[in-house]
């Protein structure tokens, strides 16, 4: 349920704008320490991974470089997707010295905060892969940084993920208070499917069998199953039926996602996929040419 376009191309204009907008940002009226280095001097800088990673971010780290010095070479020896070991060379660039120090920050901000989802994901996806018989996809949320959403949705495919809806405007999600103030779970279906025709899924939050009873009657396809103790989430599986796809969110890391996709559910949605990241660890050094 991948609705977003991916493809080189699109990837490479969204990593050209972030990088702008980021360049702006730091670079200002321009960089005042770079200025100190000759302007003919070229060198070679060797980004380095200091711990083992999920590579993601190749095309903002690109681009950063190339809007300061378009005549730079790139050599990338860990590419998108694959996995990096610690201290292993991920990626040279051979070009002016006073570009690539100014575009040294914003390219490792990028590299470390994407290859950070793609990691933390390709762990979750991992540990229910190794679940016997288990077909539940790790998918992200909405829980993302602010303008850098579909960076790091693009970094949860990178490792593996599924992507959510991309915002309040391509599908629709049920939850609690939309359903309160439409007057339960029968009437927000109704309205929903008369509404949103145009939507790319319906998707309607539950927390009681009961609830997810009366969203299956009312001819629910798809079905967030929030913060069910395991026992309720197999009798949710068997209640279902295979009617609609069943989703888990809530309560969900590490220590308990086997656990989760053994029951049988089809997705589990993990907010921390992109919001509580750690950065991955890399340093960039130059040498002469």
Request: a negative charge.
């Amino acid at each position: 349920m991948t609705y977003f376009d991916f493809s080189a191309s699109a990837i490479a204009a969204l990593a050209q704008a972030d990088v702008a907008h980021a360049l702006r940002e730091d670079v200002g009226t321009g960089d005042l320490t770079a200025a100190l280095i000759d302007p003919r001097r070229r060198v070679r800088a060797r980004i380095l991974a200091r711990e083992g990673a999920v590579i993601c971010g190749e095309p903002w780290a690109n681009a950063a470089v190339s809007a300061l010095d378009p005549s730079a070479a790139m050599i990338w020896h860990v590419r998108e997707g694959q996995r990096c070991h610690v201290d292993q060379v991920v990626v040279e660039f051979e070009g002016n010295a006073q570009a690539l120090l100014t575009a040294e920050r914003t390219a490792l901000n990028f590299l470390q905060l994407l290859s950070a989802v793609a990691t933390k994901t390709a762990a979750y996806v991992a540990a229910v892969q190794s679940v016997p018989g288990n077909r539940a996809h790790i998918v992200d949320t909405r829980k993302t940084l602010p303008g850098l959403r579909l960076a790091q949705k693009y970094a949860v495919t990178a490792g593996g993920g599924t992507n959510h809806r991309i915002g309040l405007f391509d599908a629709v999600l049920i939850k609690e208070n939309h359903i309160a103030a439409a007057g339960g779970v029968t009437a927000a279906l109704q309205r929903a499917h008369a509404a949103a025709a145009h939507a790319k899924f319906v998707e309607i939050e539950v927390e009681t069998l009961a609830q997810l009873q009366e969203a299956l009657n009312a001819g629910a396809k798809m079905v967030l199953l929030d913060n069910m103790p395991l026992p309720m989430l197999r009798e949710a599986v068997a209640m279902n039926a295979s009617r609609a796809i069943l989703e888990v969110s809530g309560g969900v890391s590490m220590d308990t996602v086997r656990d989760i996709a053994a029951t049988g559910v089809d997705r589990i949605s993990i907010g921390a996929l992109t919001k509580d990241v750690k950065a991955t660890d890399f340093s960039m050094r130059c040498e002469d040419l």
